[in-house]
């Protein structure tokens, strides 16, 4: 209650001072409503209540101007800081290297000996006089390498005729190193009586012309010569024959030698046409009584020239040997025979078989 008369007496007295200037009032002055009168008295509430906040506004604005532009200023001092510190910087470091290499250059200068003159420059002159003597040491030692060269040709050279000179020594000399006594150039023949029968075929005109290496066939006389090459040989039929071989004389027979090309150089099929297997007898006087000296196999994979010791003990001198073949390498219609040797020592009593007529 006490509150509500205090509030009806407040307006009550905006009221009464209204009259009382209203009643105040000069003739002639518009009059002014209540109304009117209240409305006027909101407006000026209105624009005393917005003059400060308008003040505040201003105040907040300038604030966060001069925020940004301290803030723009002490980044601009901040740059200008960091540039010169940085071209301070630079300042040093390039006085500093400066120092440096001055220094090295007065040591450089003061302490390492002065060369001479003619060693830190050469005249023209000295240049083409060192050019000159290079050029002459030049030319020695080619000079000397040619002659070294001609030395090295010339030795190798003298080696090679010798090498080829021995070469040919070896193919001409008999490599057994054994006196022959089957060879025809010192007396040795063939019995034909007691030899098989050459190789004959009913076409033998394209026999021997399939096989080129066999132009034409050969008698067993071939096989007492020192010529050997495919073809150089004796065939007789199958894989069985013999060879009976006069010899020059009467002769302590001690070792055969059975000769045959390899199969890298054969025409045409290979050493099928060697003899295999094969005995040796030696012939008495009679010419019937046979001595066996032993069985031995000529193996073509081995060696061309093969020597086979005999079993003639005691000792016994023959002036005929046979060789009896009992096999071959497979070929199924003839065998080739080519060279044969015969080693041994001549008896001292071929003068005596020779004065009673004995066959020789």
């Known amino acids: 209650m006490g509150w509500k008369l205090s ?43 917005q003059s400060p906040r308008v003040f505040k506004n201003f105040l907040s604005l300038l604030f966060q101007v001069l925020s940004v532009f301290l803030s723009l200023l002490g980044d601009v001092l901040v740059s200008v800081y960091r540039e010169v510190c940085s071209i301070r910087f630079l300042l040093t470091a390039v006085s500093l290297l400066s120092l440096f290499l001055t220094a ?25 006089e060192r050019v000159r003597t290079q050029g002459e040491q030049l030319q020695q030692l080619q000079a000397e390498l040619d002659k070294l060269h001609k030395e090295v040709s010339s030795v190798r050279t003298a080696n090679s005729e010798r ?28 019995d034909l009586e007691k030899t098989s029968r050459d190789y004959e075929d009913a076409n033998s005109a394209y026999f021997w012309n399939h096989f080129s290496f066999w132009n034409y066939a050969r008698p067993p006389t071939v096989i007492l010569e020192p010529d050997v090459f ?17 010899l020059p004389g009467r002769v302590q027979l001690t070792d055969i030698t059975l000769q045959h090309p390899p199969p890298s150089v054969a025409h045409s099929g290979g050493a099928k046409s060697a003899p295999r297997s094969f005995q040796v007898y030696g012939l008495q006087v009679d010419d019937e009584t046979e001595v066996f000296l032993g069985k031995f196999t000529f ?44 080693h041994g020592m001549r008896s001292s009593e071929e003068a005596g078989d020779s004065a009673t007529g004995g066959p020789n």
């Open 7 to 49: 509030a009806e007496a407040g307006a009550a007295e905006p009221q009464r001072a209204d009259r009382r200037w209203r009643g105040n009032q000069p003739a002639g002055f518009p009059v002014v409503s209540e109304e009117q009168f209240n409305l006027l008295s909101t407006l000026d509430l209105r624009q005393e209540t």
């Open 104 to 128: 090295l250059w007065w040591g450089l200068l003061y302490l390492v000996p002065p060369l001479e003159s003619e060693h830190v420059m050469l005249t023209i002159s000295k240049y083409h």
């Open 163 to 190: 090498v080829a000179k021995l070469v040919f020594q070896r193919l001409n000399e008999d490599f057994v190193r054994k006196p022959d006594y089957a060879l025809s150039s010192v007396g040795a023949s063939i």
């Open 230 to 246: 495919p073809g150089n040989c004796w065939a007789f039929e199958g894989d069985q024959g013999q060879v009976v071989i006069r």
């Open 299 to 342: 193996d073509v994979e081995k060696s061309e020239i093969q020597t086979f010791h005999l079993q003639n003990d005691p000792p016994t001198a023959f002036p005929k040997v046979k060789i009896q073949i009992l096999s071959n390498w497979g070929h199924p219609h003839f065998t080739c025979l080519y060279r044969v040797r015969a």
